[in-house]
T-cell receptor, first 115, second 114 residues
Framework: DAMVIQNPRYQVTQFGKPVTLSCSQT?????MYWYQQKSSQAPKLLFH???????NEADTPDNFQSRRPNTSFCFLDIRSPGLGDAAMYLC??????????????FGPGTRLTVT | AQTVTQSQPEMSVQEAETVTLSCTYD???????LFWYKQPPSRQMILVIR??????QNATENRFSVNFQKAAKSFSLKISDSQLGDTAMYFC???????????FGKGITLSVRP
């Protein structure tokens, strides 16, 4: 089945120690998104890629970076995690918006713990 | 700017009964799409139902249906014959114009009681 896969599902890192979360998709979608979701809150968009074009949200801290080496993979790098960065990180994909399809397909998320 | 408002933080319903989750929105776009997403506890966010603003007919997906009132900018979700597996957080969301970004409401936690 076509899907969005996130690895690892659970990640523990130390305060200040860089960490990378990964996302892959078999849907061949143009757009990939990274969200941060804290407990019982709505997901907060960090950035998204439209093909190779990177779009950062204005309030995303510089501590968060992303890479998309190809259509299938996208990475979230947290350069110096703080305790406040502990959260669920969701990856999502969608087709080209010009196709008329706008729904996003979510991965299962990576729960990040910062010690 | 787009906004989505879910004013009820929590609701509870007896199994097999019907429940309606409310959502209002605001957008200046003429062409937009509305969604309800479901996020069960510790599980993946999945799309429940979508509605294109240009369609007058309310979308339905099995036990899930919407009441789309375009003039009132209201988009409520009705769940019929509630099941224990419907227990989840539900998010109302909007995409407007050529933008692909979702604007989420704050979500509502629905509990289905046996």
């Amino acid at each position: 089945d076509a899907m969005v896969i996130q690895n690892p599902r659970y990640q523990v890192t130390q305060f200040g120690k860089p960490v990378t979360l990964s996302c892959s998709q078999t849907l061949n979608h143009n757009v990939m998104y990274w969200y941060q979701q804290k407990s019982s809150q709505a997901p907060k968009l960090l950035f998204h890629y439209y093909d190779k074009d990177f779009n950062n949200e204005a309030d995303t801290p510089d501590n968060f970076q992303s890479r998309r080496p190809n259509t299938s993979f996208c990475f979230l790098d947290i350069r110096s995690p703080g305790l406040g960065d502990a959260a669920m990180y969701l990856c999502a994909t969608s087709r080209d918006p010009t196709s008329g399809s706008h729904e996003q397909y979510f991965g299962p998320g990576t729960r990040l713990t910062v010690t | 700017a787009q906004t989505v408002t879910q004013s009820q933080p929590e609701m509870s319903v007896q199994e097999a009964e019907t429940v309606t989750l409310s959502c209002t929105y605001d957008t200046s776009e003429n062409n937009y799409y509305l969604f309800w997403y479901k996020q069960p506890p510790s599980r993946q966010m999945i799309l429940v139902i979508r509605q294109e603003a240009y369609k007058q007919q309310n979308a339905t997906e099995n036990r899930f249906s919407v009441n789309f009132q375009k003039a009132a900018k209201s988009f409520s979700l009705k769940i019929s014959d509630s099941q224990l597996g419907d227990t989840a957080m539900y998010f109302c969301a909007l995409v407007g114009g050529a933008n692909s970004k979702l604007t989420f409401g704050k979500g509502i936690t629905l509990s289905v009681r046996p």
